[in-house]
């Protein structure tokens, strides 16, 4: 089970937060750091000092960190053309070596939309299958060839798909409750489906969708990896798990049912239901990136317990 680290960072985090934030996760061995991709804050949270941009953030992250995965759950497809992103992706892909993964998403949160002037389309699933389409198409046009696209939202002509990433293949993931398109869109185009947020049987649910959409699609259901997101709040005792509940305003009975919460060994105890259904991959949701000492016990007492 690989375990990686996955921000918030709208919520409250300048760059300097977040460099802290991957750089313990390389240190403390956990496979990845990602981010979210939003520019407006949820909730009861004050936001300050104000949002960082996922792509320019990885850049940063890209040059200061040697092994970790970046990556973002999920960039939202309203915020970037696909011919950009796939430039973006890939220079970032070269400043890192090879260790990018991109999330793509339709975009889902109304607000931070208006609050930025960014166009919010009724029709945004239908844009996230033509920019998967695109992105993945100038990535995988060979050398010294063009990418032609003709879609209804989108149309690009005699693209010479430059930059290429260092990875031969930027592994895609997508993800999502959705019962008919998301596992199609997954099956067409994802190398990873995750499910955010989700209860063990609605996993499994979702990913017997997926794998059925695969194999129906003409690839083995098995190409692709399975992985979950779950906010995770971890303590040696009650009174630790229930400061860290309290610090991100959450309830402690809540988080056990819906999350990754408690001692250690339920914690690992509840992974490993995670992975009695197909999960092989979670990433935990930190809220309060400041708290680099649980980091700090989740990779002694957690990621140490997994193989």
């Keep these: 089970m690989d375990l990686r680290i996955f921000t918030e960072p709208q919520q409250g985090a300048s760059y300097d937060t977040l460099l802290s934030v991957a750089k313990a996760t390389e240190d403390l061995g956990f496979d990845a750091f990602f981010r979210s991709d939003h520019y407006l804050k949820m909730g009861s949270a004050d936001g ?18 040697r092994r970790i995965r970046l ?28 260790r990018v993964e991109l999330g793509l998403g339709a975009g889902w949160f109304e607000e931070e939309h208006k609050a930025y002037g960014i166009p919010f389309p009724a029709e945004r699933m239908a844009r996230l299958e033509e920019q998967l389409a695109i992105v993945t198409g100038l990535w995988a046009t060979e050398p010294g060839g063009t990418f032609d696209y003709t879609g209804t939202h989108y149309r690009v002509e005699k693209s010479p798909a430059l930059p290429k990433p260092a990875q031969a293949k930027v592994p895609v993931l997508i993800g999502g409750h959705g019962a008919k398109r998301t596992p199609r869109l997954a099956a067409r185009y994802a190398d990873e489906f995750n499910m955010p947020f989700a209860s063990i049987a609605d996993s499994e649910r979702q990913f017997g969708r997926v794998r059925r959409a695969a194999e129906e699609a003409g690839r083995r259901a098995d190409d692709l990896v399975y992985s979950n997101a779950l906010v995770a709040c971890v303590g040696r005792d009650d009174a630790e798990v229930a400061r860290r509940a309290a610090a991100i305003g959450r ?6 049912a819906n999350g990754l919460a408690g001692s250690p060994a339920e ?32 990779s002694a007492q957690v990621l140490s317990q997994l193989g």
């Excluded at 960039?75 to 053309?81: C, E, K, Q």
């Excluded at 309830?251 to 056990?256: A, I, P």
């Design 267 to 298: 914690v690992v105890e509840k992974i490993g239901a995670y992975g009695a259904v197909g999960s092989s991959r979670i990433y935990l949701q930190m809220l309060d990136l400041d708290d680099l000492d649980h980091l700090e016990l989740i």
């Design 71 to 98: 990556g973002t759950l999920m960039t939202a497809g309203t915020f970037r053309l696909p011919g950009v992103l796939a430039i973006q992706v890939a220079q970032v892909d070269q400043m890192s070596g090879g």
């Design 251 to 256: 309830d402690v009975d809540e988080l056990k």
């Design 48 to 65: 300050l000092p104000g949002p960082t941009d996922a792509w320019i953030t990885l850049a940063g992250l890209a040059r200061e960190t």
